[in-house]
């Protein structure tokens, strides 16, 4: 089970951290990432962490704003997002993740967090 928190309302430019917290399965062998959906547009993988959490992949619209993290102990997953802007508006999923041209989904999935950037 994956469950995402920390989305809410900030306005351009600010930042948001959010939290992916992990369980029932053997969460230190799975590369993890954040993908986002906004409305009426599909689905799109935003970043992905190997398990080691020594490697990170980033989606060319975040890249040098969005940071991914993970802590094996705690089984807990971050994504620290700054300068935000109004684009990056979407619901932001947690999921476990593949990286080959471009960053995919596995099968396991959180229920999503809300992230809003608007004045």
């Known amino acids: 089970q994956l469950v995402e928190s920390g989305g809410g309302l900030v306005q351009p430019g600010g930042s948001l951290r959010l939290s992916c917290a992990a369980s029932?399965?053997?969460?230190?062998?799975?590369?993890i990432g954040w993908f986002r959906q906004a409305p009426g547009k599909g689905r799109e993988g935003v970043s992905c962490?190997?398990?080691?959490?020594?490697?990170?992949f980033y989606a060319d619209p975040v890249k040098g704003r969005f940071t991914i993290s993970r802590d094996n102990v705690k089984k807990m997953v971050y994504l620290q997002m700054n300068s935000l802007k109004p684009e990056d508006t979407a619901v932001y999923y947690c999921a476990t993740c593949t990286v080959v041209d471009g960053i995919w989904p596995g099968d396991r999935w959180g229920q999503g967090t809300q992230v809003t950037v608007s004045s």
């Open positions: 962490i190997n398990f080691r959490g020594d490697s990170a």
């Open positions: 029932g399965f053997t969460f230190e062998d799975f590369s």
